[in-house]
């Protein structure tokens, strides 16, 4: 499809406009004047008012990313789409500022200090061309709604074209491409690592082991002695290093030897990851390429505590996992014992998104959801009564369950899932006995409902099968993850959805 083809598809403004220079319109004569309602570019000019804030966004035409050659890959051609939308968010906005500034002067025309210096007649003359502006100001707002609307449904539709065609899941996981390991992955959470203990891991087909050190600060190291290549955690912390069980060997969070009894002490090392901890999580970052300054934040919202924090190891790939969990359409079929019990099937169940990026809402289900690179899931759900929804929206929601995932990629048919669930009601719930227990039997409860479906999908995902073979509307995260992380393993320099962009 050429450049010229995909805009004209599309019906959007940018990709045809080009730049125009008007003046400021008269509102009326005697001194009043609607105020540079117009400006350079068609855009409006700076307006000292309350509503400032909303309507300061940048004209993204400035932005809008320079493709060559005459045809466009099916990428460009969706950045294009989304680049077009957010110019007609841009200039939606700025049609509403024209009707907020014309109100303003309708306002002033009516003051009783104006009414003193003019006629009846006069008016009378310029409420009339107020008037005018105001409809043709309005007809503008209808419009760029329209092409809004418009814009979004054509860009869902080529997103669907454009998956059905290209995405393609199939046939035994291959390696991990290096790309995907350069980012900052959850491993436990901090209340799992007391002082004098170890957790054993598995990432990206490798193990590992998390322990603290003197100063209180986890660290990872391979879980494997330089020495006879024995499983380190099944020795000790002592001190603030981690010593082998097979002969005592000690290693610091660094993974540098520090003691070797019965033997001289030679300089050994043994591989270790960058290790932090945030928010009650440990992360690690397995990737070659130096560590990212700041790790993502995946606190719940304010107003929510946490109740339970659950770990399990799932004997299924990392990306089949969060296909599921980026999923809902298939709850009323799938959780017909768990959560979704007595839930009825809508006749049209979709996923809305902003023009670029991965989260968004699903309608008519009042559940917010989000993707977080690399590995991670955020929902938001309205409930009224366990169990139950209540509303079209989270917002028409008295109360909430907030939910993270993490699916760390253990093996290529393995997954580590961090998962922790927070309420913004209940706190007493915290202090019941056991509570913890009933929490963990619950997620096992919803998570097994799903294996059996996801176990099944890898078994025959293995033997050739396409597991994205017919991408429908509702399946748009899911099918963002994937063009997400198909481009992070090509090692793509602009990432697609990426807010930084």
């Known amino acids: 499809m050429t450049a010229f083809a995909t805009a004209a598809a599309l019906s959007l403004p940018i990709s045809l406009c080009r730049s125009s220079k008007l003046s400021c319109k008269k509102g009326v004569r005697g ?58 968010d841009w200039r939606a906005r700025q049609d509403l500022l024209t009707i907020m500034i014309l109100h303003e002067k309708v306002v002033e025309v009516l003051n009783p200090l104006a009414r003193e210096f003019k006629s009846i007649g006069t008016m009378k003359k310029e409420l009339a061309e107020l008037q005018d502006e105001l409809s043709q100001a309005h007809r503008q707002v209808h419009i760029s709604e329209a092409r809004v609307s418009t814009a979004l449904d054509k860009l869902a539709y080529m997103e669907e074209l454009s998956s059905r065609k290209n995405l393609k899941v199939s046939g035994p996981v291959q390696p991990y491409q290096p790309h995907l390991k350069n980012f900052w992955y959850p491993v436990a959470f901090s209340t799992d690592l007391k002082d004098g203990t170890m957790i054993p891991i598995d990432c990206f087909e490798e193990p590992w082991v998390l322990f603290r050190g003197k100063d209180g600060k986890p660290g990872c190291v391979q879980n494997t002695c330089a020495h006879r290549a024995c499983p380190l955690h099944l020795g000790s912390v002592n001190e603030g290093r981690i010593q082998c069980p097979y002969h005592g060997w000690e290693y610091s969070t660094d993974g540098k030897c520090e003691k070797m009894p019965s033997t001289l002490l030679l300089n050994v090392k043994i591989k270790s990851l960058p290790c932090s901890e945030q928010e009650g999580m440990i992360w690690v ?72 990026g991965l989260q968004g809402y699903w309608d008519p289900y009042p559940i917010d959801m989000e993707f977080r690179p690399p590995c991670m899931v955020l929902s938001t759900i309205g409930i009224s009564k366990p169990g139950k929804l209540e509303g079209q929206s989270t917002s028409e929601c008295a109360t909430h369950l907030h939910q993270l995932h993490v699916c760390l990629p253990s093996s290529r048919q393995k997954t580590r899932l961090l998962y922790r669930m927070s309420l913004d009601f209940a706190p007493v719930l915290k202090h019941v006995p056991f509570m913890h227990y009933l929490w963990r039997y619950f997620a096992e409860q919803v998570l097994n409902e799903d294996l059996r479906l996801v176990l099944g999908q890898q078994e025959r995902m293995i033997k050739g099968a396409n597991v994205w073979n017919l991408p429908v509307s509702y399946d748009k995260l899911g099918v963002r993850y994937r063009l997400w992380r198909d481009a992070v393993e090509k090692g793509a320099k602009q990432l697609p959805f990426d807010k930084s962009t």
Not at 72 to 86: F, G, H, N, S
Not at 329 to 351: E, I, M, Q, R, Y
Request: proline fraction near 11%; include cysteine.
């Open 31 to 88: 001194g009043f004047r609607v105020f540079a309602v117009l400006g350079e570019e068609g855009g409006l000019v700076d307006k000292k008012s309350t509503w400032g804030p909303l309507f300061d966004v940048e004209d993204p035409r400035s932005k809008m990313p320079k493709f060559k050659g005459k045809f466009l890959d099916a990428y460009q051609a969706l950045e294009v789409a989304r680049y077009d939308i957010q110019y007609c």
């Open 285 to 356: 970052w397995p990737g070659s390429d130096p560590p990212a300054a700041t790790l993502p934040s995946l606190q719940p919202p304010p107003g929510f505590q946490v109740h339970a924090e659950i770990v399990m190891e799932l004997p299924v790939e990392h990306g089949l996992l969060l296909d599921n969990l980026l999923d809902l359409a298939h709850a009323p079929f799938t959780h017909t014992s768990t959560f979704a019990k007595g839930w009825s099937v809508p006749s049209l169940v979709k996923f809305l998104t902003p023009a670029s």
